[in-house]
């Protein structure tokens, strides 16, 4: 597992990013919850 770790490490694919309006929501959305 340790050899996995090293090898693969946070981030290797790039970085992933995420908005809220792709999933069809906003902060109002979300402060509501």
Not at 13 to 21: C, D, K, V
Request: hydrophobic share 25%; aromatic share 10%.
């Amino acid at each position: 597992m340790t050899a996995w770790l090293r090898d693969n490490p946070q981030g290797k694919q790039g970085r992933h990013t995420y908005n809220l309006a792709e999933y069809g929501l906003n902060c109002d959305d979300i402060e509501a919850r």
